[in-house]
């Protein structure tokens, strides 16, 4: 198979992990990344659910959705600054350092931060100064909600350079690093400064601070964590390559693509502020928040993989590539299961954590924990679709999907609400995912899904059973200690299941790799 990359050779794409068959070579890495990932994730859950019940009890709903909202802009503000220069970065970053071409991967970043940080800037100004404007639409002119908003708008270059930063140590297959400056360095600096400045009596301004201020200390340590994954000698160097334009011309075909997936993502939040209230944003934010801890289990797999799908085929090893993203994909199946059963089992009870009314979006839930679940059925496809040099038919996937999205909320919002915003999530995921499994097979042969899927969903099933009639007869009690002792039984009871019924060769290879992976850890 021809490589992707015109700028590079045959002789020069040699990478580290060649040299085995069926992806075994790669296990080791995916395995110990995974790990770090997922330390990295617990964390993250533990502070940001512990900062969200922290806003859910000293602000008001009304307060609370407007917080969201404009967390929701910013984001989406920043994920469309990035023109596609993020993944850019990870893929020649990889490739480079793959190649043992430091130099070059520097470059790499160089012109993510010459073309990504400007266009930020532009972003900044635009939120600024149409503050009034998005206020009068979403806010109801709301003078707070322009402060707000204006103190936010500084974030976007932040949240920008953080971000291709991150993707360097992500090429750099150094996944440590993007857990300490964002999973702990960004979060509890948030907590942190939030604390203080409620403390002081700012209000949701003081929290809007704190915000900023989290998120120009994430983009600190992703900075100095860059600097030292790229520090070391150059390389060998071929002048015939010109990474600044192989990022540009890998990039800004995503850029559209990066507004749409920005819009994808948080148009239903939006369209939900639009056409209901801050208070059904609030509902509709704890929610999401919750339903996405499946997507933390994607995340911690996709983070590792998606350099390595880019070496793979880049090098022509489709079989080894094959082979890793069933495993992979299996995985990330196998581990959501059990947290999508929590989710729909125990949605009232979830909601009610962040206090008594906030039970008015526990249907939501349910329909966000079903779009999740469709997610992490299809594994790391939509990053196979893009590293292996498909950038045209993602923008064709994630333009389908913001239709989709758009077109239910307006349908279902004004008689549903937040249960309207959360079916349109739902539907638009399971577009989106269908489409990509379709694609990989279509142009990359490989499918992810045989018979050994049934084992989780076997053990799944059983499990919720159990559980749900201990919930009904024996614990009638919805506290929190009461839902974590039925969660707890469902996690072991699924387990267990999975044992008994036998575990797949690779899963057992993984397995051992993950053990030898936190015994590494504890030991470095």
């Given at each position: 198979?021809?490589?992707?990359?015109?700028?590079t050779?045959?002789?020069?794409?040699?990478?580290?992990?060649?040299?085995?068959?069926?992806?075994?070579?790669?296990l080791?890495?995916v395995?110990r990344?995974?790990?770090?990932n997922?330390?990295g994730?617990?964390?993250?859950?533990?502070?940001?659910?512990?900062?969200?019940?922290?806003?859910?009890?000293?602000?008001?709903?009304?307060?609370?959705g407007?917080?969201?909202?404009?967390?929701t802009?910013?984001?989406?503000?920043?994920?469309?600054?990035?023109?596609?220069?993020d993944?850019?970065?990870?893929?020649?970053?990889?490739l480079?350092?793959?190649?043992?071409?430091?130099?070059?991967?520097?470059?790499?970043l160089r012109a993510?931060l010459m073309?990504?940080?400007?266009?930020?800037?532009?972003?900044?100004?635009?939120?600024?100064?149409?503050?009034?404007?998005?206020?009068?639409?979403?806010?109801?002119?709301s003078?707070?909600?322009v402060?707000?908003?204006?103190?936010?708008?500084?974030?976007?270059?932040?949240?920008?350079?953080a971000?291709?930063?991150?993707?360097?140590?992500?090429?750099?297959?150094?996944m440590?690093?993007?857990?300490?400056?964002?999973?702990?360095?960004?979060?509890?600096?948030?907590?942190?400064?939030?604390?203080?400045?409620?403390?002081?009596g700012?209000?949701?301004?003081?929290?809007?601070?704190?915000?900023l201020?989290?998120?120009?200390?994430?983009?600190?340590?992703?900075?100095?964590?860059?600097?030292?994954?790229l520090?070391?000698p150059?390389?060998?160097s071929?002048?015939?390559?010109?990474?600044?334009?192989?990022?540009?011309?890998y990039?800004?075909?995503?850029?559209?693509?990066?507004?749409v997936?920005?819009?994808?993502?948080?148009?239903?939040t939006?369209?939900?502020?639009?056409?209901?209230?801050?208070?059904?944003v609030g509902?509709?934010?704890v929610?999401?928040?919750?339903?996405?801890?499946?997507?933390?289990?994607?995340?911690a797999?996709?983070?590792?993989?998606t350099?390595?799908?880019?070496?793979?085929?880049?090098?022509g090893?489709?079989?080894e590539?094959?082979e890793?993203?069933?495993?992979?994909?299996r995985w990330?199946?196998?581990?959501?299961?059990p947290?999508?059963?929590v989710?729909?089992?125990?949605?009232?009870?979830l909601?009610?954590?962040?206090?008594?009314?906030?039970?008015?979006?526990?249907?939501?839930?349910?329909?966000?924990?079903?779009?999740?679940?469709?997610?992490a059925?299809?594994?790391?496809?939509?990053?196979?679709?893009?590293?292996?040099?498909?950038?045209?038919l993602?923008?064709?996937?994630?333009?389908?999907?913001?239709?989709?999205?758009?077109?239910?909320?307006?349908?279902?919002?004004?008689?549903?609400?937040?249960?309207?915003?959360?079916i349109a999530?739902?539907?638009?995921?399971?577009v989106?995912?269908?489409m990509?499994?379709?694609?990989?097979?279509?142009?990359?042969?490989?499918?992810?899904?045989?018979?050994?899927?049934?084992k989780?969903?076997?053990?799944?099933f059983?499990?919720?059973?159990v559980?749900?009639?201990?919930?009904?007869?024996?614990?009638?009690d919805?506290?929190?200690?009461?839902?974590?002792?039925?969660a707890?039984?469902?996690?072991?009871?699924y387990?267990?299941?999975?044992v008994?019924?036998g575990?797949?060769?690779?899963?057992?290879?993984?397995?051992?790799k993950?053990k030898?992976s936190?015994?590494?850890?504890?030991?470095?």
């Amino acid at each position: 198979m021809k490589k992707i990359d015109a700028n590079t050779t045959d002789e020069e794409s040699q990478s580290p992990g060649e040299g085995g068959a069926g992806g075994s070579t790669y296990l080791p890495q995916v395995a110990r990344g995974a790990v770090i990932n997922f330390s990295g994730i617990i964390a993250r859950l533990i502070l940001v659910y512990g900062y969200t019940f922290m806003l859910a009890r000293l602000l008001s709903v009304s307060e609370l959705g407007e917080y969201f909202l404009m967390l929701t802009i910013v984001n989406l503000l920043g994920l469309a600054s990035m023109v596609g220069l993020d993944l850019g970065v990870v893929r020649y970053v990889a490739l480079y350092a793959g190649e043992g071409k430091l130099g070059l991967a520097r470059k790499a970043l160089r012109a993510g931060l010459m073309f990504g940080l400007p266009v930020a800037l532009v972003f900044m100004a635009g939120l600024f100064f149409a503050a009034p404007a998005v206020s009068a639409h979403f806010f109801e002119s709301s003078a707070e909600a322009v402060t707000g908003l204006r103190i936010f708008a500084v974030a976007i270059p932040f949240l920008v350079a953080a971000r291709l930063f991150n993707a360097t140590t992500q090429g750099m297959h150094q996944m440590k690093y993007q857990v300490l400056s964002r999973d702990f360095g960004e979060q509890v600096a948030k907590i942190g400064f939030s604390v203080l400045l409620l403390a002081l009596g700012g209000g949701l301004i003081g929290v809007v601070w704190a915000n900023l201020a989290s998120m120009a200390t994430a983009a600190t340590l992703a900075l100095v964590f860059a600097m030292v994954v790229l520090a070391g000698p150059k390389g060998s160097s071929d002048t015939e390559i010109k990474p600044t334009a192989a990022v540009l011309r890998y990039s800004f075909p995503l850029a559209f693509a990066n507004i749409v997936v920005a819009l994808t993502l948080w148009v239903d939040t939006l369209i939900l502020g639009y056409l209901g209230t801050t208070e059904d944003v609030g509902f509709y934010g704890v929610a999401l928040k919750i339903s996405v801890i499946g997507a933390k289990i994607i995340t911690a797999f996709v983070i590792v993989f998606t350099p390595i799908i880019a070496d793979l085929w880049n090098q022509g090893r489709s079989e080894e590539l094959r082979e890793l993203y069933i495993t992979v994909s299996r995985w990330i199946f196998m581990l959501s299961i059990p947290i999508f059963l929590v989710l729909i089992l125990f949605s009232d009870s979830l909601m009610r954590i962040f206090g008594s009314n906030f039970v008015a979006g526990s249907v939501a839930l349910v329909f966000l924990a079903i779009g999740q679940m469709m997610s992490a059925s299809t594994g790391a496809a939509g990053f196979m679709v893009l590293m292996s040099g498909h950038s045209r038919l993602e923008l064709l996937n994630v333009s389908t999907t913001l239709a989709v999205n758009v077109v239910i909320c307006f349908l279902l919002i004004p008689r549903y609400g937040v249960v309207g915003a959360a079916i349109a999530h739902m539907s638009s995921l399971g577009v989106v995912n269908l489409m990509r499994i379709i694609e990989i097979w279509i142009f990359m042969h490989m499918y992810a899904y045989d018979r050994s899927y049934l084992k989780p969903i076997l053990s799944g099933f059983a499990g919720a059973l159990v559980v749900a009639l201990i919930g009904r007869y024996v614990i009638v009690d919805a506290g929190l200690m009461q839902l974590v002792a039925l969660a707890s039984v469902l996690f072991f009871l699924y387990f267990l299941g999975l044992v008994g019924l036998g575990l797949e060769e690779q899963d057992k290879t993984m397995l051992k790799k993950i053990k030898a992976s936190v015994i590494r850890i504890k030991t470095t």
